[in-house]
């Protein structure tokens, strides 16, 4: 695969394409919709193991339901050069499915490196404060990520590096990091 740097408009014309596409499956579903893609600085938002990354993620979400009987009714993946995008819509209680996330965000052994948004209207994704839970926390010095992330505290290349060194290590690859 073609690392392909991404630029600025097009990350934001992807987050809008996000936003359409979630008020369409809740025409269609009208279920709470899951919406997961890698945290991922920088340019190049495509790489293989970021796929790998979205289907570990498939699999503890579907692990995750499964031990709360559930299921997803509708799933979709979408690969784009401004990163893979996986939605789910399923038929559960959006603070139940939110609840599920963060426990894979915080337990997966890449968790962390997890984005999972739920929506429980088209609008508006729940967030971690509004159900009284931690804020994320630094891939790198375990701080609050927000703080880490506007204050720029650690290099685009230090948080690339870091996320592809535990996605080799997860994925059995051993020791060894793509090049940026």
């Not at 695969?1 to 600025?8: C, H, P, Q, R």
């Given at each position: 695969?073609?690392?392909?740097?991404?630029?600025?408009q097009e990350v934001l014309?992807?987050?809008?394409?996000k936003s359409v596409r979630i008020k369409q499956l809740f025409v269609r579903y009208k279920v709470p919709i899951v919406a997961v893609k890698m945290n991922i600085p920088g340019p190049v938002k495509d790489h293989s193991l970021y796929r790998q990354g979205i289907e570990a993620c498939l699999s503890a979400i579907t692990d995750g339901l499964q031990m709360h009987q559930s299921s997803f009714i509708h799933k979709e993946v979408l690969h784009y050069p401004t990163g893979t995008e996986l939605y789910l819509c399923i038929n559960r209680d959006a603070k139940e499915l939110k609840r599920i996330a963060v426990e894979i965000e915080e337990?997966?052994?890449?968790?962390?490196?997890?984005?999972?948004?739920?929506?429980e209207h088209e609008e508006r994704s729940l967030?971690?404060?509004?159900?009284?839970?931690?804020?994320?926390?630094?891939?790198?010095?375990?701080?609050?990520?927000?703080?880490?992330?506007?204050?720029?505290?650690?290099?685009?290349?230090?948080?690339?590096?870091?996320?592809?060194s535990r996605l080799v290590d997860y994925f059995g690859g051993g020791s060894i990091v793509p090049k940026l």
């Open positions: 695969m073609i690392e392909a740097s991404v630029t600025l014309i992807a987050r809008e394409r337990k997966h052994p890449i968790g962390r490196l997890f984005d999972i948004d739920v929506f967030s971690r404060n509004e159900m009284n839970l931690a804020s994320r926390k630094c891939i790198i010095c375990n701080d609050d990520a927000h703080q880490c992330g506007r204050t720029r505290k650690h290099s685009i290349e230090i948080l690339v590096n870091t996320i592809k």
